[in-house]
C-alpha cells in the first residue's frame, strides 16, 4: 500500500527529529563555547574507563529496564528528562570522579523514555525486537561533525547494525541464555562505540569548570531530549515500515532528501 499525504507528512517529521543537529553542536550552543575546550578539560580516567561503564549500562538496561517498566508503569516524558536533570545536577555538584556513576543512572533513565516513545508508536516493549530497536537509538547522532563516529545517515546506521540483530533478538528471547551471548556483546559493543562519542560531548561539557550542579542539571536535559526526538523519529519510521515495507518507506525517505536538495 503506497504511502498517503498523512504518512509522508508523518515521515518528514520523522526525518527532521532524526537529522536535528548533533550533540555537540547543542551543547556549544549552551555553553557559548566549542566542546573541545571540554574535551581538554575532561580527565583521561574517565575517557579510558567511558566504554567499559557503557557496555556494562547497556547490557543491564537491555535485560531489566523494560520489565520493570511494563511492572511500574513509565512517567511522561518530561519525569523521564527531570530525572536525567538530577543525576547531571549530582554530578555537576561533586565534580568529574562522579561521571562514571552517572553513566548508568543517565542511560537507564533515557533507556525507559525510549521504550515508553516506543510503546506509544504501538511497539511492544517486552518484544527483544523491540528492546534493541531501542537500544539502536543509542547509536543514532543526528547531523554532527564531519569526522564524528556518531555522524552518519540514518538507513546507514541501521544497515552497520541490522546483521547481529536476529541471532540478539533470540537470545534475548530465551531469557538471555544460550550459545549467542557473544553476538550480543558484540553487537552491544558496536552500539556502545557510537554512544560513547556522545557520552564523551556530554562528560567534556560537565567538565567546563564553571557548569556546576545547575549547568550539570541542564546538560543532561539536553541530553536526554536529544535521544527523545532521536527515538520519537526512529519509531516514527519503524511504524511506517511496518504499514508500507521497509522499501517503500526508505524509497519515501530518500524522495524527501533529494525534494529538499532541489529546493
Known amino acids: 500500500m503506497p504511502l498517503t499525504a498523512d504518512d509522508r507528512a508523518d515521515l518528514a517529521r520523522a526525518r527532521a527529529l532524526l537529522e536535528k543537529p548533533g550533540l555537540a553542536a547543542q551543547l556549544s550552543g549552551y555553553l557559548g563555547a566549542p566542546i573541545e575546550y571540554g574535551l581538554r578539560k575532561l580527565p583521561a580516567a574517565v575517557s579510558r574507563r567511558l566504554g567499559t561503564a557503557l557496555e556494562a549500562a547497556l547490557t543491564r538496561v537491555a535485560t531489566t529496564a523494560v520489565a520493570t517498566m511494563e511492572a511500574t508503569g513509565a512517567p511522561a516524558k518530561g519525569g523521564h528528562a527531570l530525572a536525567a536533570a538530577a543525576a547531571g545536577g549530582v554530578a555537576g555538584f561533586f565534580g568529574p570522579l562522579t561521571m562514571l556513576v552517572e553513566v548508568p543512572i543517565t542511560t537507564g533513565v533515557i533507556f525507559r523514555s ?31 561533525r ?60 560537565q567538565a567546563v569548570p564553571v557548569v556546576g550542579a545547575v549547568g550539570g542539571a541542564a546538560i543532561n536535559t539536553i541530553f536526554i531530549r536529544h535521544f527523545q526526538a532521536m527515538a520519537e523519529g526512529h519509531f516514527v519510521v519503524r511504524r511506517l515500515e511496518r504499514a508500507h515495507g521497509r522499501e517503500a518507506v526508505a524509497a519515501a525517505w530518500d524522495e524527501l532528501g533529494d525534494a529538499r536538495e532541489k529546493t
Open 114 to 144: 525510549i521504550a515508553a516513545i516506543a510503546r506509544a508508536e504501538g511497539e511492544n516493549p517486552a518484544d527483544p525486537e523491540t528492546v534493541l530497536a531501542c537500544l539502536e537509538v543509542f547509536a543514532l547522532g543526528g547531523t554532527g
Open 146 to 205: 564531519a569526522d564524528d563516529a556518531a555522524d552518519a545517515g540514518y538507513y546507514a546506521v541501521r544497515a552497520a547494525l541490522a546483521q547481529q540483530v536476529k541471532t540478539s533478538a533470540d537470545f534475548l528471547a530465551r531469557g538471555g541464555a544460550g550459545p549467542a551471548a557473544p553476538m550480543l556483546v558484540a553487537w552491544i559493543r558496536r552500539v556502545a562505540e557510537r554512544l560513547g562519542v556522545q557520552y564523551t560531548e556530554k562528560l567534556a561539557a
